[in-house]
Each structure stands twice: as structure tokens, then as C-alpha cells.
T-cell receptor
Framework: QKEVEQNSGPLSVPEGAIASLNCTYSDRVSQSFFWYRQYSGKSPELIMSIYSNGDKEDGRFTAQLNKASQYVSLLIRDSQPSDSATYLCAVRHDYKLSFGAGTTVTVRA | ETGVTQSPTHLIKTRGQQVTLRCSSQSGHNTVSWYQQALGQGPQFIFQYYREEENGRGNFPPRFSGLQFPNYSSELNVNALELDDSALYLC??????????????FGSGTRLTVV
């Protein structure tokens, strides 16, 4: 079983719609959870972090964490063409980040 | 405040050769981590250095080695390059040894191609 798994893509959404990304993790003692955005040919950029169960909102992004279900999600509201990228879920335990393979999102104008 | 800088940006090497990648950590950061990202995959943890000592290592063979210098900059060395070593190599720095809960900010990466 992979440490971090993300829903397979690619995900195509129309402009203005909500993009929903899901992630599950296997290590119950994981401490912190992150979403990175990666444009093609670029390095990952940290866009959201969440540490406690529940929702965390930042602009058009909402991260949700459910530690009992070992589940993290990211919602992108009012999707824009500039949101087209690969989104990586990452889970931290001590010094190490474990990443999922990523979900590629395409926002159609 | 300067961010994490990596050099070179691109590199082409021949199988069997050795390569050194460099990373300058963000000002005030004493911990550097290295990750390998193969095409179509998420980054994989290689190792972390804290105060010039390796304090964590992922599932990579010994031909992957590193150094951290007194100014907290770091090098990643890979010996006996293999075709599968072709990847984007990412460096991240942070201000604590490893117990922080926070995410890492990555440098722009070095794209290594082994032919």
C-alpha cells in the first residue's frame, strides 16, 4: 500500500466550477498535511496546510482533514484557467514529507 | 529575504558518471532536505541534513550522498549514474531540525538527464 494515494486524474472542470481533489494516507501518526501546486516544468509550490480535523479556507481554496478516516481533500472554488496544474498531496511525519503521485487539473475556458 | 536557490538548472550526464547538485538554503534556515521527482510521480525523500549531519534518509542507495556546510548550503552527490536517476531534484530548507509541523518551500530544482 502506498503511503499517500490521490484520486486518479486527469480532472477537467469548466471555468467557474468547483474542482474536488482527494487524498488518503496510511500512516496514522502523520502530523501535518499539505497541498502543493505544480505547473508543468516547475517545482511544487505550497498552497495549503492543515493540521487539525475540519475545514480550513484560504481564498478560493478549502482543505478538509479527517484523521479518523485518514483522508484529506482540497476544493478549488470558482476555478480559473490559471488553476490548471498538477496538485500534490503531502503528509508529514517528523522530518519527512511523503507525496502522492498528483492529480492533474485542467480548467476549460 | 532570499529563497532557496539551486544550481545548475539543467544538467545532462552520461550513465556511469558522477554529478554534484547544489542548494543554498533560505536565510536563517539550518535544515536542508533533498527530494527526487521522476516524471509523472510525486517527490521522493532522499535525505535531510541538520547542522551538517544527516538526520534522516529515504530508500535511496549509498551512491546518493550529501553534505551540508557551515553556512547551511548543501550538496547532493550521485555516483555511478543510472538512466533511472533522470529526474527533477528538489531542495527545501527549514528553520528547525525536523520536529516542525510546517511544510517545506522548495527551490526551483535541477533537471538531471542521464543518457
Amino acid at each position: 500500500q502506498k503511503e499517500v494515494e490521490q484520486n486518479s486524474g486527469p480532472l477537467s472542470v469548466p471555468e467557474g466550477a468547483i474542482a474536488s481533489l482527494n487524498c488518503t494516507y496510511s500512516d496514522r501518526v502523520s502530523q501535518s498535511f499539505f497541498w502543493y501546486r505544480q505547473y508543468s516544468g516547475k517545482s511544487p509550490e505550497l498552497i495549503m496546510s492543515i493540521y487539525s480535523n475540519g475545514d480550513k479556507e484560504d481564498g478560493r481554496f478549502t482543505a478538509q482533514l479527517n484523521k479518523a478516516s485518514q483522508y484529506v481533500s482540497l476544493l478549488i472554488r470558482d476555478s480559473q484557467p490559471s488553476d490548471s496544474a498538477t496538485y500534490l498531496c503531502a503528509v508529514r511525519h517528523d522530518y519527512k514529507l511523503s507525496f502522492g503521485a498528483g492529480t492533474t487539473v485542467t480548467v476549460r475556458a | 529575504e532570499t529563497g532557496v536557490t539551486q544550481s545548475p538548472t539543467h544538467l545532462i550526464k552520461t550513465r556511469g558518471q558522477q554529478v554534484t547538485l547544489r542548494c543554498s538554503s533560505q536565510s536563517g534556515h539550518n535544515t536542508v532536505s533533498w527530494y527526487q521527482q521522476a516524471l509523472g510521480q510525486g517527490p521522493q525523500f532522499i535525505f535531510q541534513y541538520y547542522r551538517e549531519e544527516e538526520n534522516g534518509r529515504g530508500n535511496f542507495p549509498p551512491r546518493f550522498s550529501g553534505l551540508q556546510f557551515p553556512n547551511y548550503s548543501s550538496e547532493l552527490n550521485v555516483n555511478a549514474l543510472e538512466l533511472d536517476d533522470s529526474a527533477l531534484y528538489l531542495c527545501a530548507s527549514s528553520s528547525t531540525g525536523g520536529s516542525s509541523r510546517y511544510g517545506y518551500t522548495f527551490g526551483s530544482g535541477t533537471r538531471l538527464t542521464v543518457v
